[in-house]
């Protein structure tokens, strides 16, 4: 399916120029300016906005349904690709953690 996606635009604001992810945490602690990040991204639904496209397309399916990744031992299927993998090693009868 394809979704019109709106775009937001924003302006992001600093007083100094920020060299990396580290001096723009520096900066928010030390000073209390607050850096905000550009979500361009705009779910039509509910008006939820995103910083990565891709992010706001798998939002979507909270809306939609859709459940593209399906189980092939048992037909499950799942909104988000992490959770097909967890559950597929409910089919193996691998355990990958072990209690203390």
């Not at 799942?78 to 409910?90: E, G, V, Y």
């Amino acid at each position: 399916q394809n979704y019109e996606i709106p775009v937001k635009e924003e302006i992001e604001v600093y007083e100094e120029p920020l060299l990396n992810q580290d001096a723009e945490i520096q900066v928010k602690e030390e000073t209390g300016i607050h850096v905000k990040k550009i979500h361009q991204y705009l779910c039509n639904q509910c008006n939820k906005d995103f910083s990565q496209k891709g992010h706001l397309i798998i939002h979507q399916r909270t809306h939609t349904g859709e459940k593209p990744y399906q189980c092939n031992q048992c037909d499950k299927v799942f909104s988000h690709k992490c959770n097909l993998i967890s559950h597929q090693i409910t089919h193996t009868g691998e355990k990958p953690y072990r209690c203390n």
